[in-house]
């Protein structure tokens, strides 16, 4: 058995032999629990060999680049570039409506723009970039295994399996995965070690292809920004209510189907949002969370009046099986 200080200082000596003295890592990091996690044990390894990326793909949370900038590079230190690549997403998302694809794209972009990134770094700092971090879970790990039968991919995670050895392949970067035999909780409780703040640290898994699965179909910009208004709005409903930490994972979807009703005594014909939250313990199966009635119609009242273009809500009272916890 090991404590997590313990597991610091031999992860830190792993990363400095690995990397030697001087190599430089690239990782991208989101704003979530993982890569920060992640990030800041590369910066006390290694300092400012490690640069941390985060892309932009137009389909990040409210304000998210802003936050990530404040926390990573402010008060963590970590240096960081942050790349607005969203109109190249959103402009090959335009017309695509299978949800796989929308995935494969995204994942395939993603590298584009990082491969770019590295080779700009090479040709500032005349050094090779050599490595590339990924906060990898063991669940992850597993999860894109078994998710993967002989003949099916049940959906292809963004930071497992493909990205990676695409990578590796095409740029010849290595792989670091300082969390790859880690759970969840145990990266949260290595985060507290880390001194990153309790909101990071507690904050629900976002998924790497972001709200571009929780815009069902094609997405637009319009339709992300609709998705993104309902988000916050529910997420900080969450958040005032305390429910926050006992909820596993919570988000709003957009269904661009549409629905009839009045506003202000107007007939209107608007989209529709769908609230998801779930319990879990690992992520592998989930039961929709208990919300009161009335906690529920705060919440669609309030998205109905202040997102322009929706004009109903719905709760997604589906477990994981036979649902999964993203809507694509
Ligand atoms: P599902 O929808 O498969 O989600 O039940 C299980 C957990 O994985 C997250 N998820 C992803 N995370 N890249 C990620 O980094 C992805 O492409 C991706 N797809 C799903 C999901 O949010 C949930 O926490």
């Not at 629990?33 to 060999?49: E, P, W």
């Not at 137009?58 to 926390?71: H, Y």
């Not at 313990?281 to 208990?290: L, N, R």
């Amino acid at each position: 058995t090991w404590t997590m200080s313990e597991f610091i200082g031999k992860e830190i000596t792993r990363i400095r032999n690995l990397v030697g003295p001087t190599g430089q890592v690239l990782g991208a990091v989101s704003g979530g629990v993982d890569s920060t996690v992640a990030a800041t044990l590369l910066k006390a390894a290694i300092g400012d060999r490690f640069k941390a990326v985060l892309i932009d793909n137009g389909c990040l949370r409210l304000n998210e680049a802003e936050k990530v900038q404040e926390t990573l590079s402010r008060v963590l230190g970590i240096n960081l570039t942050v790349i607005d690549a969203s109109e190249q997403f959103l402009a090959g998302l335009k017309g695509e409506h299978d949800p796989e694809k929308k995935r494969k794209f995204i994942g395939g972009k993603f590298i584009d723009v990082f491969e770019e990134e590295a080779r700009k770094i090479e040709a500032e700092s005349g050094g090779k970039v050599e490595w590339f971090l990924q906060g990898t879970l063991y669940p992850d790990v597993i999860e894109s295994i078994s998710f993967k039968g002989p003949s099916q991919t049940i959906k292809t995670h963004h930071n497992v399996g493909g990205i990676a050895e695409r990578l590796m392949a095409g740029h010849g970067l290595k792989l670091i995965e300082p969390l790859r035999e880690l759970f969840k909780d145990e990266v949260r409780e290595l985060g507290r070690q880390l001194n990153i703040a309790e909101e990071l640290v507690g904050r629900h898994p976002f998924p790497g292809p972001g709200l571009a699965i929780r815009v069902l179909g094609e997405v637009t910009k319009e339709k992300v920004e609709m998705a993104r208004k309902a988000d916050h709005i529910f997420i900080g409903m969450i958040r005032e209510a305390g429910l926050y930490d006992d909820i596993g994972q919570a988000y709003a979807a957009l269904d661009p189907s549409r629905a009839v009703g009045v506003m202000g005594d107007k007939r209107v014909y608007a989209n529709i949002i769908l609230l998801r939250a779930i319990s879990t313990k690992d992520f592998m199966t989930a039961t929709p969370y208990p919300f009161s009635y009335e906690f529920l119609s705060k919440v669609a009242t309030r998205i109905v009046n202040e997102v322009e273009g929706v004009c109903r809500v719905a709760y997604d009272f589906t477990s994981k099986p036979p649902g999964t916890i993203e809507m694509e």
